[in-house]
């Protein structure tokens, strides 16, 4: 079933709020993502001005997903946001690899932040549904992330429109966050 087993397997009353914060370059795929984790409409998805806010219930969590633009304008503001992440979510858009550097960039300043200190962090690796998508273990030896020693990661294989992977990856969230918050 996907997504739905995930949104199934609500509790009433979540025991607990975790905040996640959604980032990655304009063109990522980050809102197509977030409205497919609220089981939303995904066939007109205009570009991020600022931010978008859902919050999603899985596992026992409420999940509060902070999607936040990727343009190179508003990308100084992401700091404004770090404050109390549980979790990170990258986004990259698998096809696009004249920006593999530009990206790979922005997530290195990313985990070198401060207040991201520790912080998992979920790569999904996007666009995968495309013929010209690089396979997620091209993209972590790319952006050599087996170098990445202070908190725990994973990459996903994942295509924001089909759904596919997207599951995966937020069972990691959840397990994840699960450890961290215990």
Known sequence: MGLLSILRKLKSAPDQEVRILLLGLDN???????????SEDISHITPTQGF??????????????WDIGGQRKIRP???????????????????????????GQELAE????????????????NKQDL???????????????HTIRDRVWQIQSCSA?????????MNWVCKNVNAKKK
């Open 52 to 65: 978008n806010i859902k919050s999603v219930q899985s596992q026992g969590f409420k999940l509060n997903v």
């Open 28 to 38: 990522a795929g980050k809102t197509t993502l977030l409205k497919q984790l609220a």
């Open 77 to 103: 503001y992401w700091r404004n946001y770090f404050e109390n992440t549980d979790v990170l979510i990258y986004v990259i858009d698998s096809a696009d690899r004249k920006r593999f550097e530009e990206t």
């Open 131 to 145: 013929l010209t998508a690089a396979p997620a273990s091209e993209i972590a030896e790319g952006l050599n992330l």
């Open 161 to 169: 429109l089909t759904s596919e992977g997207v599951q995966d990856g």
């Open 110 to 125: 990313l985990l070198d932040e401060e207040k991201l200190s520790g912080v998992p962090v979920l790569i999904f690796a």
